[in-house]
């Protein structure tokens, strides 16, 4: 079985080194990259097929909500943020988790 493909975008450091713990547990993930802003995770995009993205929405110059609204075409989406304000409009632009 192929591993799926994983991104993180996320500003906080603390926060990339537990997914990246998480992840790196878990035979069937793949991690390629990690990013501290929205940005950077765009352009990585433009050249690399990911499966799955964990998301920060709370980061500098393109939250990640806005991320998510400038894609035409989402992988699946695994938000990873501790404000429940954001979870109804998280799961209008159909995150995973």
């Known amino acids: 079985m192929t591993p799926l493909r994983v991104i993180i975008v996320d500003d906080e450091p603390l926060a990339v080194n537990v997914i990246k713990n998480y992840v790196a547990q878990v035979s069937q993930l793949e991690l390629l990259q990690t990013f501290s802003n929205a940005i950077a995770a765009a352009d990585f995009l433009k050249d690399h097929e990911v499966d799955i993205i964990f998301l920060d929405i709370n980061m500098p110059i ?3 909500l806005g991320f998510l609204e400038s894609m035409s075409v989402a992988p699946m989406i695994i938000i990873t943020t501790a ?8 799961f209008e632009l159909e995150v995973m988790d």
């Open 62 to 64: 393109l939250d990640g």
């Open 83 to 90: 404000h429940e304000e954001y979870a109804l409009k998280s």
